[in-house]
């Protein structure tokens, strides 16, 4: 038997040039409103600044319902439907206040109620872009049955969809 030898192929992978460097002073940068734990500090002001403007759209929209109710034919009788176009009414009615105060001044009356406002990366006040992606957020947070909103309580940075999607904050005053 013929001595053979068995060269072994090995493969050696060197990660020094695909690494990235990791950058620790990043966050000696960042202003300290995009810090997860700031953002967490905030979650029940939100919650209560979100229902203050919920009940401000739903009592605007409970004059809108009493108004066609008493302008409806004494025959008419209301069934799932009419009561599914009146949910999507009201849920489009929120999505179109929070972008309305988004785009006029950065921060809705139950915002401002606790103090808070809507900030860039950067801390400036929203501009026409941020407004519009900020307002598409709010859509894509309500439609789902609020679970958009929901989400800056499991989420690691505590930011809602809205947030995520218009890469903006929200800042204590």
């Not at 403007?53 to 739903?58: E, K, P």
């Not at 176009?85 to 009201?90: K, N, R, S, V």
């Not at 849920?91 to 179109?96: G, Q, S």
Request: net charge neutral.
């Amino acid at each position: 038997m013929p001595n053979v030898e068995h060269k072994s192929k090995r493969t050696v992978i060197s990660i020094q040039e695909s690494q990235p460097q990791l950058d620790f002073e990043e966050a000696e940068h960042s202003l300290p409103f995009t810090f997860p734990e700031y953002q967490r500090e905030l979650l029940a002001a939100r919650a209560v600044a979100g229902a203050v403007d919920f009940g401000i759209v739903a009592l605007i929209y409970l004059v809108f319902i009493i108004a066609t109710f008493l302008q409806m034919p004494g025959t008419f009788s209301p069934d799932r439907r009419i009561a599914g176009i009146y949910a999507a009414g009201f849920l489009l009615l929120v999505a179109i206040y929070f972008f309305l105060f988004m785009l006029s001044a950065s921060q809705t009356p139950g915002m401002k109620h606790r103090g808070l406002t809507v900030v860039t990366k950067v801390d400036s006040s929203l501009d026409p872009r941020y407004a519009c992606l900020r307002g598409f957020g709010y859509l894509i947070s309500i439609l789902p049955l609020m679970l958009g909103f929901l989400w800056a309580v499991i989420d690691p940075e505590h930011l809602t969809w809205a947030d995520k999607v218009s890469g903006t904050y929200i800042k204590r005053l």
